[in-house]
């Protein structure tokens, strides 16, 4: 084993058990965690995005990363305040985002490799947000398994939570974990790093750092103590008894059924076996059975309750007490719902409520003839809000019926396809554990493919059907096993194979599996960039020592260059990739617009 991954191996060994974390500021001196943070993140693409200084990921090199541990060595380091930005939201306002320096970037992943195994031993199973390995539909399948059978739901929403974050109760929780002031005083050093915006500086005085690498690892640690305190407090509180009692209706209703049955009065028998699919087996109202679940992602939580509403709303007042005595958070009491389980709650743009349905049952047959028995009830559906479909078909329709895109006319074909493509797709797949996705999204497929195709006779100048006719396939869905329609555009290349964009051709079933978040492979080894940034050899010239890594936003922008392209793109498009080593001497040139390849 790496000794970087043995200390890790160390660190969730020590969270699991419950012991701080010593001496853990040293560990910033391994040139190897800096090396393995430096593979994950130039692939990104704010790598390239300079913060307050006119550095980005460009010009990378093994002397570099050694200058960055000396300064944390000899106390040198010092946090740049963020560049602070904005993007639009799609409510029409606009969310503050912080641009932080390539090297704070790169000091908060080294940071967040050495927290997260400790921290993740810790995290309960009930959060889902921004940890490896788990996601929304993670969540979403812990709400299937967890709340059947509900009487409630308890929707949490928090103000702003992630912007009023209290940087003395985090620090306050960092200190219980890890027992090391110097680390605990460069993480507060970053949280009062401060931004700047019109070239004016401002303070930090609450939040963790909008768009900063280890922002989503420190709100967890402190969301975590919500967790601690529903499951360890409210849960143990608010639960008792191993099931509901039988309903007392339900067992007199059997009782006649067995003594008609004994008769031989099979008439009566089945009148009564009709009769009872309308009542409850189990008594919703035992005052000996009580649970209380709980599911979060991020600064979302929802919890189901089986018993009586007022205790519902006791929970509801317990938990936004908590949150702003312990955590200084206030909870949205517009947005916090008490909503009976038989209507949808909302929850991670899902709707969820609790199946009950006594005309549609599974088939079931004896000696007395055929019955349908309750099968689905006090299960958990999933849904597709009507809100959300809406809202995205808007983007695609005017005066209530589909419409070209503009923005998309210039583009050729093939890119037109792929971006229906690709969006259509996007909101298919996050719906793809709706039980309702097939018949919700039947109503968007429509709304975009004649929005595609309609752009696509507008470039061209002709009809709509003239486009189908061009476009349309049948494509093979191994899910479905069946051949569906779909759009494609093929386009051929020598020596290799066809580029294909399409639209549709896959199956709206619904995926009762939860789909986990990809966990990067690159994460202990080290990757091919290491490996030729460790052999410090110019790919140009052949100098050995010296060298640096120079980068391109997109390989795609190379291939775009008009006139002449020079030598050392030639060297990137031939090896197909965004980076090149090169030395100090080379490196310069190309910038200055002398470079020369060597012919080697």
Known sequence: MHRTQRKDAIHQERGRLGHQLDRVYRELYDLDRFLQAYAKLYPNDGAMTPGVTSETVDGMSVEKIKAIIQSLQDGSFSWKPAKRVYIPKKNGKQRPLGLPTWTDKLVQEVIRSILEPYFEAKFRDSSHGFRPGRGCHTALADCKKKFKGANWFIEGDIKGCFDNIDHDVLIAILQESINDERFIRLISDMLK???????????????????????????????????????????????????????????????????????????????????????????????????????????????????????????????????????????????????????????????????????????????????RKRSINGLVKLMVPWDKIEAKCQEFLIDGKPRKRLDQMANDDFSIVAWYGIVYRGVAEFYCMAHDRARKLSKLNYVMQTSMLKTLAAKHKTTVNAMAAKYKVKAYDPDADDFITAFMVKVERPNTRPLIAQYGGFSLKRKDKAIHDEISRNRNGRTEILERLWADKCENCGHQGDCQVHHVHKLANLLKRKGERPGWVDIMIIRSRKTLVLCRKCHSDLHAGRFVRCSR
């Open 193 to 371: 790093a401060g931004y700047l915006e019109g070239w004016t500086r401002h303070d930090t005085h609450s939040g963790t750092p909008q768009g900063g690498v280890i922002s989503p690892l420190l709100a967890n640690v402190y969301m975590h103590k919500l967790d601690e305190f529903v499951e360890d407090v409210l849960q143990p509180k608010y639960s008792r008894g191993k099931q509901r009692r039988m309903n007392p209706a339900y067992n007199r209703h059997t009782r006649a059924m067995l003594a008609a049955k004994r008769r031989g009065d099979d008439d009566l028998w089945k009148q009564l076996k009709i009769a009872q699919r309308s009542i409850p087996v189990a008594d919703h109202l035992d005052p000996n059975f009580r649970r209380l679940r709980y599911v979060r992602y991020a600064d979302d939580f929802i919890l189901s309750f089986c018993g009586p509403k007022a205790e519902a709303h006791d929970i509801k007042s317990q938990i936004k007490d908590f949150l702003r005595e312990t955590l200084k958070l206030e909870m949205s009491e517009e947005k916090t719902l008490i909503t009976h389980a038989k209507e949808p709650a909302r929850f991670l743009g899902y709707d969820i409520a609790i199946m009950k349905d006594d005309g549609q049952m599974a088939v079931s047959t004896n000696d007395w003839g055929t019955f």
